[in-house]
């Protein structure tokens, strides 16, 4: 945990950040479950996470391919159990970073999310580094086709489901554990994290890789790097230069305010 000094209270670091923002050549922000819990969307590692009452070993590609059937299952499982995308609005913290690209403040939004959240509040240019699960993808013909439609053929019976093109095993369009991240979107995020200035790390527990190694290519390129989190993060007090604590609904909202404030000026 960053020490923090007497006069460094959430608001100054707020005040602080929007200033940096607005002074920022270039400004990106790489977000984690932590922005869409908000939204009804459960995270991985919070207290309620989804890792706390599903085993991350039926999200590999080997537990995929070995129990199609079963994982397929759980999809419609967890989605019972509140992991359902379909529903899912953006929350006040996707539309705050939305604004702040209207305000031509953010380039870019590098997410490890797969709700597709960020791209219904407004934010036009958004890597989907770990993919989209309104989407199931044939593993053969690459044939994508809604997930909504896929996980109706599920729930009557189609189990796994199949490619209607050429038959081949369809799964959702988010990497699993063992699966490579998409080739475009890494080596876009790895530019990205390298050429910008200042770096907004927001509801992520820095611990995935490769996702959770873009903080050190900002970092290495000279860029400032600030976490918005519930918590600390292996991050805080290495790498990134301060954390502003707190639930993302409440703390991006009063940042883009105060960067409206200093366009006012
Ligand atoms: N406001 C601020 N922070 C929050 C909020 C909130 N409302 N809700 C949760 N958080 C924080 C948690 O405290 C935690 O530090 O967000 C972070 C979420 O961390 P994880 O659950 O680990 O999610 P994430 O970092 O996105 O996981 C990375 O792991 O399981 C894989 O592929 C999956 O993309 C995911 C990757």
């Not at 707020?14 to 400004?27: M, Y």
């Not at 908000?38 to 995929?64: A, C, M, N, V």
């Not at 939305?98 to 509040?121: P, W």
């Not at 918590?231 to 990134?240: A, N, Q, R, V």
């Amino acid at each position: 945990m960053l020490r923090r000094d007497e006069n460094m209270t959430d608001e100054n670091l707020i005040k602080r950040l929007a200033k940096e923002i607005s002074n920022a050549k270039k400004v990106i922000a790489l977000t984690g479950a932590g922005i869409s819990t908000e939204s009804g969307i459960p995270d991985f590692r919070g207290p309620k996470g989804l890792w706390k009452r599903y085993d991350p070993e039926q999200s590999t590609y080997t537990f995929f391919r070995r129990d199609t059937k079963r994982f397929w299952e759980l999809q419609i499982q967890m989605e019972e159990d509140g992991f359902d995308l379909s529903k899912a609005k953006p929350n006040p913290a996707h539309l705050a970073l939305a604004k702040l690209e209207e305000l031509g403040y953010l380039s870019c939004v590098i997410t490890q999310n797969v709700d597709g959240l960020h791209q219904k509040a407004g934010n036009t240019d958004v890597i989907e580094f770990h993919g989209n699960s309104n989407r199931a993808i044939c593993i053969e013909c690459k044939r994508c086709y809604p997930m909504s439609e896929v996980k109706s053929r599920v729930k009557s019976g189609e189990l796994p489901p199949l490619c209607e093109y050429c038959g081949g095993i369809l799964k959702p369009d988010a990497v699993l554990f063992e699966e490579p991240i998409p080739t475009e979107a890494l080596y876009r995020a790895q530019d990205e994290a390298a050429s910008c200035d200042l770096m907004l790390i927001i509801g992520t527990s820095a611990t995935v890789h490769p996702a959770a190694g873009l903080p050190s290519i900002a970092k290495s390129s000279g860029a400032k790097v600030v976490e918005i989190n519930a918590e600390p993060t292996p991050l805080t007090g290495t790498i990134s230069d301060y954390i502003i604590e707190g639930k993302v609904g409440k703390t991006l909202p009063k940042i883009v305010e105060e960067v409206e404030k200093l366009e006012r000026l």
